[in-house]
């Protein structure tokens, strides 16, 4: 079954301001990722944060996490034209041991940044 | 060099065929899965192997049967395609045992069933 729901699924900004993607899941979890996947193209891994933390920053990128809301924040400071593309969320189940990982992912938000 | 690697790009093909697609990656990892990702951009997963062996298996039809040859490797091969198997097809890899991995990626494979 689907773990991650995220919102909004698509979000139109222009240059410059921030933008703001929320994730929320339903099960226990050994840490969060989140992913970009431009058109056309692979998912790109950004930023993970385990369930022990509660913030964690990479470049323009900040993640939240709030495990007892089940839910992740990603902000984009200063957006960009490239930054255009799908996010996902997705979540490593806690207990995992069957070697690498599990990830399950979210439905995604498009952003369109705009010049 | 591109780090994971999945033939064809693009695959058209008419139901009941029987089509492969084929994944490398040069990473050195041991961990390697499919991904489905519908129209809607839903991903699910399908298989995971590490070190060859099957880990991950999503209740997916026995239609799909993935092969592992060594760890570099994970081909799909899908028999009597049906229009519900129109997607994109994505190899993944990771590095094996801690849980918090991340995936790499491949650009993915576009399967259309006419």
């Known amino acids: 079954s689907q773990q991650g729901e995220e919102d909004p699924q698509a979000l139109s900004i222009q240059e410059g301001e921030n933008a703001t993607m929320n994730c929320s899941y339903k099960t226990s979890i050994n840490n969060l990722q989140w992913y970009r996947q431009n058109s056309g193209r692979g998912l790109v891994h950004l930023i993970l944060?385990?369930?022990?933390?509660r913030e964690k920053h990479s470049g323009r990128l900040r993640v939240t996490l709030d495990t007892s809301k089940k839910s992740s924040s990603l902000l984009i400071t200063a957006s960009r034209a490239a930054d255009t593309a799908s996010y996902f969320c997705?979540?490593?189940?806690?207990?995992?041991?069957?070697?690498?990982?599990?990830?399950?992912f979210g439905t995604g938000t498009q952003l369109k940044v705009e010049l | 060099d591109t780090a994971v690697s999945q033939t064809p790009k693009y695959l058209v093909t008419q139901m009941g065929n029987d089509k492969s697609i084929k994944c490398e990656q040069n990473l050195g990892h041991d961990t390697m899965y499919w991904y489905k990702q519908d129209s809607k951009k839903f991903l699910k997963i399908m298989f995971s192997y590490n070190n060859k062996e099957l880990i991950i298996n999503e209740t997916v039809p026995n239609r799909f049967s993935p092969k592992s040859p060594d760890k570099a490797h994970l081909n799909l091969h899908i028999n009597s395609l049906e229009l519900g198997d129109s997607a994109v097809y994505f190899c993944a890899s990771t590095s094996g045992g801690t849980g918090a991995n991340v995936l790499t990626f491949g650009a993915g494979s576009r399967l259309t069933v006419l």
């Open positions: 944060i385990r369930s022990n933390e």
């Open positions: 997705a979540t490593a189940p806690l207990g995992f041991t069957g070697g690498g990982n599990k990830l399950t």
